[in-house]
């Protein structure tokens, strides 16, 4: 079966940091690859993307400076490192297949996995 499986989230107190994980299952991670989040009541947005042609990153203004988008070929993973956290980064984190780009950060291609929750809060 092929799929994406999202893992790392969890609460932490705003300024603090998480590493999310997005691992491939069922085949090679030779992707590119989009985070997007979901809060309640808002649409789900891109946050990052990673092209895998040239390795190129792509970041949300809101998250600029302080997420970061890697990937391990080696492990069939792309993380986001997130730092510095807000309570505006609370949502349901996904990852996807995606198109990259710099006016639309991430446009999602394919399915869409479970997700992992990040909750920012004192």
């Known amino acids: 079966q092929l799929q994406l499986v999202e893992s790392g989230g969890g609460l932490v107190q705003p300024g603090g940091s998480l590493r999310l994980s997005c691992a491939a299952s069922?085949?090679?991670?030779?992707?590119?690859i989009g985070w997007f989040r979901q809060a309640p009541g808002k649409e789900r947005e891109g946050v990052s993307c990673?092209?895998?042609?040239?390795?190129?990153?792509y970041y949300a203004d809101s998250v600029k400076g302080r997420f970061t988008i890697s990937r391990d070929n080696a492990k069939n993973t792309v993380y986001l490192q997130m730092n510095s956290l807000k309570p505006e980064d609370t949502a349901i984190y996904y990852c996807?297949?995606?198109?990259?780009?710099?006016?639309?950060?991430?446009?999602?291609?394919?399915?869409w996995g479970q997700g992992t929750q990040v909750t920012i809060s004192s």
């Open positions: 069922g085949f090679t991670l030779d992707y590119s």
């Open positions: 990673i092209s895998s042609s040239d390795g190129r990153t």
């Open positions: 996807a297949i995606a198109l990259c780009g710099r006016t639309v950060v991430a446009r999602p291609v394919g399915s």
